[in-house]
């Protein structure tokens, strides 16, 4: 009796759409995954950049999308379905992360983080959740961070938006079991992309590429998983902190350098043009 051979999973056909995509992390995902043949849509908030990325890759779909605002995700969203139709996976990677210490953070920039990276998340993930579930099938990636499981100085709200992302990511999974819906987080470390310009990496550790998480995201469409950090080394070693006693991990932080990678170790002129971008100013 002859067997059936397992069709190999592919990305090709799948409809993406993928928050902030005009740049960085987002556009290095949308490249990999146009590449692999999925529909790929990008939607950010800098208009003029993502249609002029969107021209670049050759996608049907990139225009403004404001994640903190429910008609423009939802307007986007149905736009998407319109034009590729039904959605797939939803990458929530928009995100931003202006730092300093917390008592010189103005309430706007606290406000605009939140916003942003939970709330922005919370929103796609709830639009598109009931699309998927009415067909019992879909895939929603958040863009987390390793510092949502580590402090970093001088990134105390971004910190915080992260930790929520992973929680929630969590909880949406239990929360759907069985619907044939997934979860999933992927977790970069610090990565070279204009995030993090103008900081100093960790003693020790290189900084992921772009297209290093991109590549995390597509094998996470081919294979659902709870998390994937990127890259494996500092996840690995974010996770080691779980099993030492927290003065222990606290010292090896200050051994590595993070307790002054963003803060101290910061050049001011070099990061400007991405703080003022990220305030909003």
Same mark, same amino acid.
């Given at each position: 009796?002859?067997?059936?051979?397992? $069709?190999?999973?592919? +990305?090709?056909?799948?409809? @993406?759409?993928? %928050? *902030?995509?005009?740049? =960085?992390?987002?556009? /290095?995902?949308?490249?990999?995954?146009?590449?692999?043949?999925?529909?790929? $849509?990008?939607?950010? +908030?800098?208009?003029?950049? @993502?249609?002029? %990325? *969107?021209?670049?890759? =050759?996608?049907?779909? /990139?225009?403004?999308?404001?994640?903190?605002?429910?008609?423009?995700?939802? $307007?986007?969203?149905?736009?998407?379905?319109?034009?590729?139709?039904?959605?797939?996976?939803?990458?929530?990677?928009?995100?931003?992360?202006?730092?300093?210490?917390?008592?010189?953070?103005?309430?706007?920039?606290?406000?605009?983080?939140?916003?942003?990276?939970?709330?922005?998340?919370?929103?796609?993930?709830?639009?598109?959740?009931?699309?998927?579930?009415?067909?019992?099938?879909?895939?929603?990636?958040?863009?987390?961070?390793?510092?949502?499981?580590?402090?970093?100085?001088?990134?105390?709200?971004?910190?915080?938006?992260?930790?929520?992302?992973?929680?929630?990511?969590?909880?949406?999974?239990?929360?759907?079991?069985?619907?044939?819906?997934?979860?999933?987080?992927?977790?970069?470390?610090?990565?070279?992309?204009?995030?993090?310009?103008?900081?100093?990496?960790?003693?020790?550790?290189?900084?992921?590429?772009?297209?290093?998480?991109?590549?995390?995201?597509?094998?996470?469409?081919?294979?659902?998983?709870?998390?994937?950090?990127?890259?494996?080394?500092?996840?690995?070693?974010?996770?080691?902190?779980?099993?030492?006693?927290?003065?222990?991990?606290?010292?090896?932080?200050?051994?590595?350098?993070?307790?002054?990678?963003?803060?101290?170790?910061?050049?001011?002129?070099?990061?400007?043009?991405?703080?003022?971008?990220?305030?909003?100013?």
């Amino acid at each position: 009796m002859s067997r059936t051979t397992p $069709a190999t999973p592919t +990305v090709a056909g799948k409809v @993406v759409v993928i %928050t *902030g995509g005009a740049r =960085g992390i987002g556009l /290095a995902t949308a490249r990999k995954l146009h590449a692999d043949g999925a529909r790929v $849509a990008i939607g950010d +908030v800098d208009e003029a950049t @993502v249609k002029t %990325t *969107g021209a670049d890759l =050759g996608l049907e779909v /990139a225009g403004l999308l404001d994640v903190t605002a429910e008609e423009s995700f939802d $307007a986007f969203l149905d736009q998407v379905e319109r034009t590729l139709g039904p959605i797939d996976v939803l990458v929530n990677n928009a995100g931003i992360m202006p730092l300093g210490r917390l008592a010189d953070e103005p309430d706007a920039v606290t406000r605009r983080v939140l916003d942003i990276n939970v709330y922005g998340v919370i929103l796609g993930s709830k639009l598109a959740l009931r699309r998927m579930l009415a067909r019992g099938s879909g895939h929603v990636i958040n863009v987390a961070s390793l510092a949502g499981k580590t402090p970093m100085a001088g990134a105390a709200t971004y910190c915080a938006s992260k930790y929520a992302v992973l929680g929630f990511t969590d909880t949406l999974r239990m929360e759907y079991h069985g619907t044939g819906v997934e979860f999933s987080a992927v977790l970069p470390t610090f990565t070279n992309t204009e995030l993090i310009a103008g900081t100093a990496k960790p003693r020790l550790l290189r900084n992921a590429e772009p297209h290093e998480v991109a590549a995390a995201v597509a094998d996470l469409i081919l294979h659902p998983r709870p998390e994937v950090a990127v890259t494996r080394i500092a996840g690995v070693l974010v996770d080691s902190q779980n099993f030492v006693p927290r003065r222990v991990s606290e010292r090896l932080g200050r051994m590595l350098g993070v307790d002054h990678a963003f803060t101290d170790d910061v050049d001011p002129v070099a990061r400007r043009s991405y703080e003022d971008r990220a305030r909003g100013v």
